[in-house]
């Protein structure tokens, strides 16, 4: 089983919808990230967290560190929020060790 | 003006052969990362370096040799290319907090 367990692993939706990604992990963090990969293949840090809530435009992020859970919402989707969205988690609070990533979260939104 | 950057994009090349993938990053970070992202997309960590030195070298085979000649650089040399080596490399580096990708290297031995 892996460390990092994230779902759905597919999410369709419709523009304007509510979306919200889910990422559980078993073992102790200092830190958890959300990537956004975008169909082009590049990658892009969206958060890192280690407790509550963070925002950024229509994207938040949240974390229970005593459930060892972690949620991405997406507010008024649109299509080009189209991408895979990866959790991830560090264990060194200096960030030199490794991050440890779920199998991501293929999310597709149509117009 | 690119923060982290690799070349080449694409390389193709012939099982046995021998490639090597460079990055650069110009964020002044002191921490930099090559990753393996497979056919099914999962990322995972191959190498970490700090300020040139190897701090984390996970499970990979001793034909991947990471050389760090200053800390805004981290290339990727790997031996006898085989089949199951065909993914996108990707090249990273951090201070403190959040990570910085570079594009992406596809890899396909044929």
């Known amino acids: 089983k892996n460390e990092v367990e994230q779902s759905p692993q597919n999410l369709t939706a419709q523009e304007g919808e509510f979306i919200t990604i889910n990422c559980s992990y078993s073992?102790?963090?200092?830190?958890l990230h959300w990537l956004q990969q975008h169909p082009g293949g590049g990658i892009v840090s969206l958060f890192m967290l280690s407790s509550g809530k963070k925002k950024h435009g229509r994207l938040i992020a949240t974390i229970n560190i005593q459930e060892k859970h972690s949620s991405l919402h997406i507010t008024a989707s649109h299509p080009r929020d189209s991408a895979v969205y990866i959790c991830?988690?560090?264990?060194?609070?200096?960030?030199?060790?490794?991050?440890?990533f779920g199998t991501g979260t293929r999310l597709q939104v149509f117009p | 003006d690119t923060a982290v950057s690799q070349t080449p994009k694409y390389l193709v090349t012939q099982m046995g052969n021998d490639k090597s993938i460079k990055c650069e990053q110009n964020?002044?970070?002191?921490?930099m990362y090559w990753y393996k992202q497979d056919s099914k997309k999962f990322l995972k960590i191959m190498f970490s370096?700090?300020?040139?030195?190897?701090?984390i070298n996970e499970t990979v085979p001793n034909r991947f040799s990471p050389k760090s000649p200053d800390k805004a650089h981290l290339n990727l040399h790997i031996n006898s290319l085989e089949l199951g080596d065909s993914a996108v490399y990707f090249c990273?580096?951090?201070?403190?907090?959040?990570?910085?990708f570079g594009p992406g290297t596809r890899l396909t031995v044929l």
């Open positions: 991830a988690v560090s264990r060194n609070p200096y960030n030199t060790d490794k991050l440890i």
């Open positions: 370096y700090n300020n040139k030195e190897l701090i």
């Open positions: 073992v102790g963090i200092s830190a």
């Open positions: 964020l002044g970070h002191d921490t």
């Open positions: 990273a580096s951090s201070q403190w907090d959040e990570q910085f």
